[in-house]
C-alpha cells in the first residue's frame, strides 16, 4: 500500500518479518502445568529461588485449581502435592523470610465448596503436610464453628498464618461472622485481628 508524500512508511506485513523473530511460546502442558489449566497467577520465592504457579482448569463443573513450582534453574513445573478429585488448593501464602508455602484446600462438589485443610509446604525439601482440618481449630469464646477461607501471609517459621476465617456464632444466635485472624498451627487457636463487616472486605 502506497504512503502520501512525508507519511511515515506502513509497518511490514508480519509475512514480512524474517522468522527468527516469532519465537514458538510452549504450552502450559509443556511447561509442566496440568492439561487444560490457564489464569495463572505467579508467585516467587526469593530464598528458595522458587517459582509458584497457582492455575485453574479452564472447562470443569466444578473448581479445579493446582500449585505448581520450579527452581530458577528448572526447565518445568512440578506438582505442589497431589489431591484426589474434588479437592482443590484455594489460596495460598509464602513465608518471605522461611521456606514455607502454606495453602488452604476446598472440598467442592456440584452443590457448592466447604473448607477441607490447611497445609504446610516446605519449598527447599519439597516436603508437605496437613496441619488443620475442619473440626480442630480453638475457636475464640462465643463461637461454635470455624472454617478458614483464604491464606494471606505466613511468618518465617512456618507456625503462624494470617488468613480470613468464617465464625459462627453460639446457639442461640448461629450468626455468621467473617474476620481476619492470627492461626498458630502448634496451638491450633484463632485470634481474631479484625471483623470484616462487608462479608470479605
Same mark, same amino acid.
Given at each position: /500500500?502506497?504512503?502520501?508524500? %512525508?507519511?511515515? $512508511?506502513?509497518?511490514?506485513?508480519?509475512? !514480512?518479518?524474517? #522468522?527468527? @523473530?516469532?519465537?514458538?511460546?510452549?504450552?502450559?502442558?509443556?511447561?509442566?502445568?496440568?492439561?487444560?489449566?490457564?489464569?495463572?497467577?505467579?508467585?516467587?520465592?526469593?530464598?528458595?529461588?522458587?517459582?509458584?504457579?497457582?492455575?485453574?482448569?479452564?472447562?470443569?463443573?466444578?473448581?479445579?485449581?493446582?500449585?505448581?513450582?520450579?527452581?530458577?534453574?528448572?526447565?518445568?513445573?512440578?506438582?505442589? /502435592?497431589?489431591?484426589?478429585? %474434588?479437592?482443590? $488448593?484455594?489460596?495460598?501464602?509464602?513465608? !518471605?523470610?522461611? #521456606?514455607? @508455602?502454606?495453602?488452604?484446600?476446598?472440598?467442592?462438589?456440584?452443590?457448592?465448596?466447604?473448607?477441607?485443610?490447611?497445609?504446610?509446604?516446605?519449598?527447599?525439601?519439597?516436603?508437605?503436610?496437613?496441619?488443620?482440618?475442619?473440626?480442630?481449630?480453638?475457636?475464640?469464646?462465643?463461637?461454635?464453628?470455624?472454617?478458614?477461607?483464604?491464606?494471606?501471609?505466613?511468618?518465617?517459621?512456618?507456625?503462624?498464618?494470617?488468613?480470613?476465617? %468464617?465464625?459462627?456464632?453460639?446457639?442461640?444466635?448461629?450468626?455468621?461472622?467473617?474476620?481476619?485472624?492470627?492461626?498458630?498451627?502448634?496451638?491450633?487457636?484463632?485470634?481474631?485481628?479484625?471483623?470484616?463487616?462487608?462479608?470479605?472486605?
Amino acid at each position: /500500500m502506497g504512503n502520501p508524500l %512525508g507519511m511515515e $512508511p506502513d509497518p511490514p506485513e508480519p509475512s !514480512e518479518l524474517p #522468522p527468527h @523473530l516469532f519465537a514458538e511460546v510452549p504450552s502450559f502442558e509443556d511447561l509442566g502445568i496440568p492439561a487444560g489449566h490457564a489464569y495463572p497467577r505467579l508467585a516467587y520465592h526469593e530464598g528458595t529461588q522458587t517459582l509458584i504457579v497457582h492455575s485453574a482448569k479452564a472447562e470443569s463443573q466444578i473448581p479445579e485449581q493446582r500449585l505448581s513450582i520450579r527452581h530458577v534453574n528448572e526447565p518445568r513445573y512440578g506438582p505442589v /502435592m497431589e489431591f484426589s478429585s %474434588g479437592i482443590s $488448593p484455594s489460596s495460598f501464602a509464602i513465608a !518471605e523470610d522461611g #521456606p514455607w @508455602l502454606l495453602f488452604v484446600t476446598l472440598a467442592w462438589t456440584e452443590r457448592g465448596g466447604d473448607w477441607d485443610a490447611l497445609y504446610r509446604f516446605r519449598l527447599d525439601e519439597r516436603t508437605g503436610e496437613v496441619v488443620a482440618r475442619r473440626g480442630e481449630l480453638i475457636l475464640p469464646a462465643g463461637y461454635q464453628n470455624g472454617w478458614m477461607t483464604e491464606a494471606m501471609s505466613a511468618s518465617r517459621d512456618g507456625n503462624q498464618l494470617i488468613c480470613k476465617v %468464617g465464625l459462627q456464632q453460639s446457639a442461640p444466635a448461629t450468626v455468621v461472622e467473617y474476620w481476619v485472624c492470627r492461626f498458630s498451627i502448634p496451638e491450633k487457636t484463632v485470634t481474631p485481628i479484625t471483623h470484616l463487616k462487608g462479608v470479605f472486605v
